[in-house]
């Protein structure tokens, strides 16, 4: 059996092959979802050259990570270009495709043999799918800012009451800028603005407005900062739906004022701005609006002071007046007591000299006076000495003689009481072995030993029994053993 020989192929014959097998695995139009990449600027070269088909790409991202998983050519036809952006248009007039957005296009698998490539040819796309996942992500950012406590944070800065000094985050240059400016120039107040130049389109958006807001939150010489771009479609939206831009609004040390060119929709950085404005221009007139009324709050107090200041002035004029009116009875007044004053020293002099006169005269009788008092309190002190002698001796007398007796008294007693002349007459004493005297049984028990003192001695013995006394007599004699 000779050896299997694989067929050779020309390369037309072997494209037209592959062509044939993606027909027959793919005979029916798809729809694929994808991310749009470069395709603003295929369809602008396109246009710029004349031709008729845009060449872009579909990407789909591993999940969780920004690592592309799979890549696809795509080509769009000048007929479908204009079929899709009739359909857009009708659901949003600045609806349309945009670079790094996700889409539902509607595609027929082709190979293009000239060069080799196969590529999906866009027939249609699904303007419903773009809003409804921008919407979907939106919603679902939202809620996790929230759970982290992000959501109201940058609301709760405090307002300044006079916001002069404003931080910019906008495109130099810009439509959003000039009306932002334009509006404070206007007005007759001194703004001053600190302009941090970004890109309000594209990949770029995010971080540079997210290192912006940070940068200038961080300022001492700020008051507040403000977030403003021009008009745009839905998809231009999506660029102030990102996470970096909101928590950095959450996070800035300032209020943050959002004026994004939205007139129905609301972006997530609106969301979590401290105030949000559907236009640039809007923003700028609050400002303008704040400023004016405190500007007219303190006029009007300046007129208050300034009316309260003329009225006590007209007051203290007229007290003015009454004083200077009369001064002239002051003065004659003043001259009055003037002469009472120089005549003064003369008439302090003489009643000096009297005063002292009459001091002197009477210093010289005080040593009499003090001699016939001091006498007389002496004798009539001797005197009443002598009569408390006389009345003390007798009490004292027959104080002592009272005592006498109670002492005499007491001496009969105690030589009646006394233990020898009781034991003498044949009692006598008992006594434990602790010493302690008995006069009960009950503080006895038999074969205890007791001590008997007489009138010449003592006795020790044991008690041998217990005889207690009832009603009848004694119910148990007592013997006792030596």
Known sequence: ??????????????????????????????????????????????????????????????????????????????????????????????????????????CRVDFYAARGQFQLKVLDADPAF??????????????????????????????????????????????????????????????????????????????????????????????????????????????????????????????????????IDRSVADEMAHLSFKTPTAAAEDLVARVRRLDEAAQEHARAILALAAETLAREGLRLEGSMRALPTALAVLSGESRRLSALPGTCARAAIFAISGAARELGILPGRLALLAGAQTSRAAAIFAAARSRLAPLARARLARAADRLQSASRQASLADPARILSRGFSILRDRAGRALSRVERIRETDPVRAELSDGFLVALVHSIERKDENGPSQRSLFAG
């Open 1 to 106: 059996m000779p050896p299997f020989e694989p067929p050779t192929l020309t390369v037309s014959e072997l494209a037209a092959a592959v062509r044939s097998t993606l027909e027959a695995a793919f005979p029916e139009e798809i729809w694929v979802v994808g991310e749009l990449v470069k395709i603003e600027e295929a369809v602008a070269r396109a246009e710029e050259r004349g031709w008729r088909q845009a060449y872009f790409e579909l990407h789909e991202k591993e999940a969780g990570a920004d690592r592309l998983k799979a890549s696809l050519s795509a080509v769009l036809w000048a007929d479908a270009r204009e079929r899709i952006e009739r359909k857009f248009a009708a659901l949003d007039p600045k609806l349309s495709l945009k670079n790094d957005t996700q889409a539902r296009l509607l």
């Open 130 to 263: 773009a809003l409804g996942q921008m919407a979907q992500a939106r919603l679902k950012l939202i809620a996790s800012l929230k759970s982290r406590g992000l959501f109201d944070r940058n609301r709760a800065v405090p307002f300044p009451d006079l916001p002069l000094r404003i931080g910019l985050v906008t495109s130099q240059g810009s439509a959003a800028y000039h009306d932002f400016v334009r509006t404070l120039e206007t007005s007759r107040y001194r703004f001053e603005i600190l302009l941090a130049d970004c890109r309000m389109q594209g990949r770029d958006t995010e971080p540079e407005v997210s290192a912006a807001l940070r940068r200038l939150g961080r300022s001492p010489r700020l008051d507040l900062v403000v977030l403003v771009r021009g008009g745009g479609s839905r998809g231009d939206l999506a660029w102030f739906d990102q996470e970096g831009i909101a928590v950095a609004i959450a996070e800035c040390g300032k209020p943050v004022l959002t004026g994004i060119g939205h007139e």
